[in-house]
């Protein structure tokens, strides 16, 4: 098969200086699936984007069928019959999935007015043709996530798309949903569309791929057929040292329950439950991990504890108060620290220093104010300490945050919520999107704390993080929990699945063990 | 030595060097768009252009009337940056000007107090009513959700016509021609600081308010929440700081200096209330503040900056044949290179690239 796309000496450089592709290479055959591998931040989107059209290229070459091409938008890729599908869906809630399929060629009737019945009936036809199981007549913001994302793969079908780039697919998905997304996949590559898969889940590349291009730090490292390498070679060339995955970790020895949360609720604003009277423990010297599809109350969860939220009903007793009316400040007084799902729009002030975001939640203490100015020599040894201990890098810490990669903006987010030693921590995505390295030392981070006797809930989207890190764990299906287990190595993900799912629960009396005196 | 001044600009931040060089191309494009203005209308375009640039150092007077200009502009730059640091879009500064220069009158005709004591206790209260006026905007943006941008234009109305009413109906004095107060005793004006000129020791004020202003800023735990509300108010919360308090301190703070403007204005330039409408230089705060980057200590050089090239523009205007819209003109200009982020922006990539380039 001749190589439908080729992609030369690929150099892009973002306006904040840092090189998201340096000269990379990248060839994909017509009719295979192509997985582009690398840790995050590896560049992997980046070329997909220049592909695309989202981003150009500050240097390189981009040739297409053969043809030297060079997209300055979504819609010139679009029309050559490459079609992408983002990690976050760009999809118009309130329509229908007809809607939002056709959505920029709509059928028309009397010219201007779309031709519902027509879309309706084109959606249907071409979900029939890719044994695509959806229904074009409900509006979108009651179907799952998986189903946007089908609707997403038939968007870029309808627009006549040959080449489908997939970005992290299967981030979002439950293993059954993922598994799905595979039989439909391999059915689009029958039927001879070129498929890229953008991921950093090496089994699943072993499963689905024909080959395999592995990036790191902004170069291309090769491409192999998938067959000939095996998962730790490409984890090697992936992270570019070996053994990298091992994680240090004894057994947890649980003590007393510090934080104990009960019947806890939270409404939105038509009173529905989003935290449906919740209840357990979370103790001393543990690391309890929360694992759902996202959306089913975690993040409820998370910010009636850290109190940026205030819960409707029920109660958190720490340290023999209720913290559940309380202010921020209060309750990170009492020792809790708390990492924030998105860093960028709350853990960091991006154009502030390095040393101005370890600063946040220590600024108001005597040690750091001299009078009525602050000590700002003190200060400044303190952060360098800071920036030292948690390996952060930078030329200096009076650099602004925005210059930093993922991995070392998540880590000044850490370096500030673990210096004070707290009791409690509130861990909420600490890994997502930053390398392996990074994600690593944060883990090693929250299980040195733990043996250290603070007690940790790890809240994250990744499966293999929370089976990896967490002792005990439960799973949320919409505001409620639906199991508790007290020890997570005897729980594989396909069990968890089909309870994020709501296809099983617990009973009452098992959900129950989760709250200890 | 060329070398050593390449290598220290070399050293500065990226972003710093661009800033400089953004700057210095905003104000090369108006001086040379000034150029073809005044070439294309003027019959006397050289003279029109030396009193428009050397206008203002033509005598004693004239470099006076700058600093005397430039001290409202000083203390209104500092008013506009403190809340925009906050990134609180307050626009009441020219409404604290006014009902704070009110009570200064209004302090200094109705108490009976010896002179210096009188002139401080007046420049105090007309602070502190300038501080009321911003105050309540930030008091509606926090109880009801009411936009301080849109509020506190509204403020300016009332405290315009506030201050009319209470000049025209108890402190006007009828004897004299257009709508003016009685006279100050002559004991609370500020006293004059250089002879030949109306510098005034409203000077003096203003540099002590620069310096607390710029420590409070950057060097206060006050200055670091605002500065953190003001990155990313998200964030702020996040991390346990009022930002609440922020939202109404900086926004005190910010009247209070406006206020102070007008009151230093009011007894250091005249020596009865005379305004006659919102003083033109009421809303240039903003216009300061942005060319300054919101930063305490480049406020004064943007003031200065600004009051330059109007008095020159003023001089040109009386003395040739172009007239003073010609500046408003350039000025406009010069503001909007500064405060559009995409100017120069594809020159800046290339700074970046070249800099990714060599630390490969």
Redesign the interface.
Known sequence: MPDIITMKQMYK???????AN?YVDFSVKEGEIHALVGENGAGKTTLMKILFGIEQA?TGELYHNGQLVSFQNPQEAIKAGIGMVHQHFMQVGSMTVAENVVLGSEPKKYRFLLDRKKAIDDTAEIAEKYKFKIDPAMRLDECSVGTRQKIEILKALFHGAKVIILDEPTAVLTPQETEELFRELKGLKERGHTIIFISHKLNEVKEISDRVTVMRSAKQTGTYDTESISKEEISNLMVGREGLWELTKGKATPNESIITVNNLSVMDEQRRYLLDHISFSMRKGEILGVVGVEGNGQRELVDVL???NKASGGSIMFKGEDISKQ???H???MGLS?I?EDRM????????SIT?NL???Y??KES??NG???D?SSIDAWAKDRVKEYAIKTKSPN??VRSLSGGNIQKVVVAREFSNNPDVVIADQPTRGIDVGAAQFIHNKLIELRDQGASILLVSADLSEVLDVSDSLFVMYEGKIVAYFDDVTNVSAMELGRFMLGIEAQDEEQIKRGIYA | MLKLIKQRWLDQ???NRFESIRFSMAIVISLIVTLVLVLLVSNEPLFALQQLFLGPLASIRKFGNVIESMIPLTFLGLSVAIMFSARQFNLGSSGALFLGGTVTAVVVLTLPLPGFVLSVVAILLGAFTGGLVTLIPAFIKLRFGASELVSSLMMNFIALNLGFFIILNYYRDPQAGSLASFEFPSSSLLVQLIPGTRIHTGLLLLFIMIVLIY?FIQ???WG??L??TG??K?????????TGAVILYSQFLGGILAGMAGSVEMLGMYDRFRWQAMPTYAFDGVIVAVLAKNKPQYIPLAAFVLSYIRIGADTMSVNSDVSFQVIAIIQGLIIIMIAANAFL?KY??RL??Q??ITN?
């Open positions: 450089v973002y306006p904040n200086g840092i090189v340096d500050t850290t109190g940026l202010s921020i400040h309750i990170r007084e708390h924030p729009t709350m853990g960091v002030a991006t154009e502030a101005d600063l946040s939640i600024f108001d750091f104010n009525v100015l602050l700002q650099a602004q | 931040p990226l972003d420590l060097k206060t735990k670091y929440a500065r953190m990155f990313n998200s964030f702020a919360t996040y991390s346990g700081i009022s922006a800046r990539q970046v690239v800099e990714a490969d």
